[in-house]
């Protein structure tokens, strides 16, 4: 078993690489490469920076289905399940992404689909591996008494910044999509107008909320894990904090981008330090376990 954990783990690394890699590489496509309506399909797909984009993303569908061979190995019904799922999630994703690239359908809604099959792909990995590597440390120590690398309060407020996280993501994509977006294909003289009412619509404020709800969350995951006496992992805790913080300041920033290049750029910024944030906070509640 305990070998099945090392490799499991092993994938869990190779798996996060790969779908950060993925996101970055998708928002890059985003930013950067105009895909216009009537663009042949073959010459968006041999533009670098898609191809790439598609490789990275066809690693992480292989990664997964190798996760799922792990969980099957396990013979657990709930392991082999949320690989699964990962597994279709993802599909899921790249289906919608090709969508975007041929036409069919609404761009923004099949955006929304993409990155919201991406995440929780990427968090049903997560638990995947979680799952095996508690089993690993519960047969390495059955029969010996357990110490845990953090208390409850710190594991409780780990795991519920990764919800936060989750629908801050989700929330974030459909303020972007169908709150901000539409703002910004607007004459320059009305954005100022339209975007002061767009920060007063409800997913907006719903989305500011997620975000302050989850800053209140990590800090006091640091506290947490000071005062546990994990001051290394406390010490730690505090990138995914900080960074929160700078994804949402350049996220207001990009509010108020008149230039599309900057615009973009700014998004691809805060999208890096928000990706970097999930994972650092998915690696805490690995080490800290269960």
């Given at each position: 078993?305990?070998?099945?954990?090392?490799?499991?783990?092993?994938?869990l690394?190779?798996?996060?690489?790969?779908?950060?890699?993925?996101?970055?590489?998708?928002i890059?496509?985003?930013?950067?490469?105009?895909?216009?309506?009537?663009?042949?399909?073959?010459?968006?797909?041999?533009?670098?920076?898609?191809?790439?984009?598609?490789?990275?993303?066809?690693?992480?569908a292989?990664?997964?289905?190798?996760?799922?061979?792990?969980?099957?190995?396990?013979?657990?019904?709930r392991?082999?399940?949320?690989?699964?799922?990962?597994?279709?999630t993802?599909?899921?994703?790249?289906?919608?992404?090709?969508?975007?690239?041929?036409?069919?359908?609404?761009?923004?809604?099949?955006?929304?689909?993409?990155?919201?099959?991406?995440?929780?792909?990427l968090?049903?990995?997560?638990?995947v591996?979680?799952?095996v590597?508690?089993?690993?440390?519960?047969?390495?120590?059955?029969?010996?008494?357990?110490?845990?690398?953090?208390?409850?309060?710190?594991?409780t407020f780990?795991?519920?910044?990764?919800?936060?996280?989750?629908?801050?993501?989700?929330?974030?994509?459909?303020?972007?999509?169908?709150?901000?977006?539409?703002v910004?294909?607007?004459?320059?003289?009305?954005?100022?107008?339209?975007?002061?009412?767009?920060?007063?619509?409800?997913?907006?404020?719903?989305?500011?909320?997620?975000?302050?709800?989850?800053?209140?969350?990590?800090?006091?995951?640091?506290?947490?894990?000071?005062?546990?006496?994990?001051?290394?992992?406390?010490?730690?805790?505090?990138?995914?904090?900080?960074?929160?913080?700078?994804?949402a300041?350049?996220?207001?920033?990009?509010?108020?981008?008149?230039?599309?290049?900057?615009?973009?750029?700014?998004?691809?910024?805060?999208?890096?330090?928000?990706?970097?944030?999930?994972?650092?906070?998915?690696?805490?509640?690995?080490?800290?376990?269960?």
């Amino acid at each position: 078993m305990a070998s099945l954990a090392r490799k499991a783990e092993y994938a869990l690394g190779c798996q996060l690489v790969f779908l950060s890699a993925t996101w970055l590489a998708g928002i890059y496509v985003n930013g950067f490469v105009p895909i216009l309506p009537g663009t042949p399909a073959q010459l968006v797909l041999l533009n670098p920076a898609v191809e790439s984009h598609i490789i990275l993303a066809s690693l992480s569908a292989a990664t997964s289905a190798l996760i799922v061979g792990l969980a099957s190995a396990t013979g657990s019904r709930r392991l082999i399940g949320l690989a699964s799922l990962a597994l279709i999630t993802l599909v899921v994703a790249g289906d919608s992404g090709l969508a975007i690239v041929l036409g069919g359908g609404s761009e923004a809604a099949q955006s929304m689909v993409m990155a919201t099959a991406f995440v929780t792909a990427l968090f049903l990995t997560f638990f995947v591996i979680r799952d095996v590597s508690r089993g690993d440390r519960e047969s390495a120590t059955s029969g010996q008494s357990r110490t845990w690398a953090a208390g409850r309060a710190a594991r409780t407020f780990c795991y519920l910044s990764l919800v936060f996280f989750y629908a801050i993501f989700v929330s974030g994509m459909y303020v972007n999509l169908f709150v901000a977006g539409p703002v910004f294909s607007l004459p320059l003289g009305l954005q100022l107008a339209a975007m002061s009412r767009a920060e007063q619509s409800v997913p907006f404020v719903v989305h500011e909320a997620l975000g302050g709800a989850l800053f209140v969350a990590l800090v006091i995951l640091v506290v947490s894990l000071w005062a546990g006496g994990s001051r290394r992992l406390s010490l730690v805790a505090v990138v995914p904090a900080a960074l929160v913080s700078y994804s949402a300041y350049v996220g207001s920033l990009n509010l108020t981008a008149l230039a599309p290049m900057g615009s973009a750029l700014e998004s691809m910024v805060s999208s890096t330090g928000l990706m970097a944030a999930i994972i650092l906070t998915m690696l805490i509640g690995m080490k800290m376990g269960d």
